[in-house]
């Protein structure tokens, strides 16, 4: 359980722990705040290509070799990072480090499922989850404490340690729970159709991009307040870390809130509140500092609330976006997680250009990004009711026609519907009901053919 919780947490600790010594990096190495962006940028680039490769990779070698591969690749990285003597140098590493990275969350539900099995997975998945959320709260504190007290490259160096420590394990503690006889073959092909279909799906496609829009506020979040904290208002990078708990624990709420009361309200409601409840939060704090408002709380408090508003929609979108294809479930899952990872690269590197001497990039890149995640909410949505619709109108036209020929059926002699019945289409249930109902209607007409 232990390897478990390592391996789903490394990935977001490489990531948040990084992220307070932004502004130390680009202040060593000379550079503009745009350009430090890159490296949060191209890293998460790097990651969505990896999320979607690295499941049929274990699924072909098996998920022992793949996490030992994953966890050299890391070390690898951060080794790179942390010796770096440019920025061009360093950023090689990020890109290397966050490929291996990318194998934590997707290796351990992939060993969760071997062990447990479909029934039992999800608590066992649910408890090693802590793992993720300690990180994701816990990183960005000591990143921050790191970046003051040793230096940025120390940041680098901690998860060289685990790095090393999750490849120990793995070779000596942790077993091949994917047996020789269900690996796969890696052929391209059918990865590329069942992608296809999927973002060709109009209800798939509006949710999954729901999902991706929703992380992009915490991504331009994360990418906007190191900037404006340590630069424009003079705070230490460890002050960052422990605010940006407050976020991390704000999104945790709004998911077991989610878990509660999804099943009382509804997904659609859920998402609808969720996706309105960031907008109003992201409109409040560019309001905000467009009118000159600009401390600690003015910042982190609607990022507080647009957490929580997330994990309120996103679980509930997802969801929503793998009912699209049941068959594909696992491929739809991967693809959302590649769609969140190009989204957000995309979202860090454009924050990033807009970065100056005023905090309002911070709040707009936020209201755009919410803005954007109810639009594409309420599009999968109309596609929802639009593809429901033709198939309720195709079931009422069955009924009718179904009625139709009972009637038929009931007015004519005994050989001739058995030929009919013999050409049509057996009749389900309700056909039967329904022809059944016609023949007690006209008794006298059967009886009067038959005496004939």
Known sequence: MATLVLVIGINPATLHLFIPAMPAIQTAFAIETATVQWALSLALAATAPATLLWGPVSD????????????????????????????????????????????????????VFDIHGDRRAGPALARILVGMIVATMTAPFVGGLLTDTVGWRSTFLVTLTLATLLFVLTWRVLPETHRPADRT?????????????????????????????????????????PHVMVHLMGRSASEFGIRLIGVGLGFLAGNLVAARWTTRVGSTPMILIGSTLSLAACGGLTIALMGGALTPWTIFGPAIVAAFACGLSMPNAEAVALSASPEASG???????????LIAALTSQAVGWTLNESPRPLGIAMTIAAALALAAFVGGTIASAQQTQPDQQRERGNADQDTVEAIHQAAMPGQEAAEVLHVRRPLEGRRQQVAGDARHAHPEGRDSRHRE
């Open 60 to 111: 072909a070698v098996g998920r022992r070799r793949t996490l030992m591969i994953a966890s050299l690749l890391i070390a690898a990285g951060s080794l790179a990072a942390a010796t770096a003597s440019s920025f061009g140098a360093l950023l090689i590493g990020r890109v290397v480090q966050a490929c291996g990275a990318a194998a934590g969350p997707v290796l351990a539900a992939s060993i």
């Open 185 to 225: 073959s890696l052929r391209p092909a059918p990865l590329w159709s069942a992608w296809y279909r999927l973002l060709r799906h109009p209800v798939y496609l509006g949710h999954a991009l729901m999902v991706a829009c929703s992380m992009a506020i915490m991504y331009a979040f994360m990418a906007a307040a």
């Open 331 to 341: 491929t739809a899952s991967s693809l959302t997680s590649g769609l969140v990872l």
